[in-house]
């Protein structure tokens, strides 16, 4: 049981570029969110879906896209990479129920120079 | 809308001696609470959580919180810290009113001296 399944652990963009990041998991969870750490602000939330087909935004979602095209499966896309983004990113995933709380990736070291 | 306030940006203790990391939340029904902990270039792990009954709630790794909801904390003890347990923790709020979102505070660093 792999849990929740985030790739790249590390990477590197010029500003400008656009990539994605993976998220998967393996535990039959509807909920599945995106969040972004950085230094004394905690996690803020990006993006989430509380199903395949649904998408909505969190509290900072400006530059990224999402979708939920399967249960398993939810990328964060960096459409335009800005140094602004340079933060580590966990994606995140529950049973759908507000009490359970989440499972969480081990989470992408992204750097924009 | 919830919010979450961690007072403690850094804590020291040393190693054996008792812990209590600070929270409170503004949230005006019923929350759910949570604490998880993140070593360093890891994931968070799930410390423990309170949504309903006992106030206090006995977690993973020998922790335990209380719900005060006179005072809106939810404080994390540890009677005896460990050098392992040198980490960063983070307090959560959730609530049925607001689906499956969950509002972290900025998190607490712990170093623990020897």
């Known amino acids: 049981n792999a849990g929740v399944t985030q790739t790249p652990k590390f990477q590197v963009l010029k500003t400008g570029q656009s990539m994605t990041l993976q998220c998967a998991q393996d535990?039959?969870?509807?909920?599945m969110s995106w969040y972004r750490q950085d230094p004394g602000m905690g996690l803020r939330l990006i993006h989430y879906?509380?199903?395949?087909?649904?998408?909505d935004q969190g509290e900072v979602p400006n530059g990224y896209n999402v979708s939920r095209s399967t249960t398993e499966d939810f990328p964060l896309r960096l459409l335009s990479a800005a140094p602004s983004q340079t933060s580590v990113y966990f994606c995140?995933?529950?049973?759908?129920?507000?009490?359970?709380?989440?499972?969480f990736g081990s989470g992408t070291r992204l750097t924009v120079v | 809308a919830q919010s979450v306030t961690q007072p403690d940006i850094h804590i020291t203790v040393s190693e054996g001696a008792s812990l209590e990391l600070r929270c409170n939340y503004s949230y005006g029904a019923t929350p759910y609470l949570f604490w998880y902990v993140q070593s360093p270039g890891q994931g968070l792990q799930l410390l423990l959580k309170?949504?309903?009954?006992?106030?206090l709630v006995q977690g993973i790794k020998g922790f335990e919180a209380e719900f005060k909801r006179s005072q809106s904390s939810f404080n994390l003890r540890k009677p005896s810290v460990h050098w392992s347990d040198a980490a960063e923790y983070f307090c959560?709020?959730?609530?049925?009113?607001?689906?499956?979102?969950?509002?972290f505070g900025a998190g607490t660093i712990l170093r623990v001296k020897s």
């Open positions: 879906s509380v199903g395949a087909g649904i998408t």
């Open positions: 995140a995933s529950s049973l759908g129920r507000s009490q359970d709380g989440y499972t």
């Open positions: 959560a709020v959730g609530a049925m009113e607001y689906g499956n979102k969950l509002v």
């Open positions: 309170y949504f309903s009954g006992d106030t």
């Open positions: 535990m039959n969870h509807e909920y």
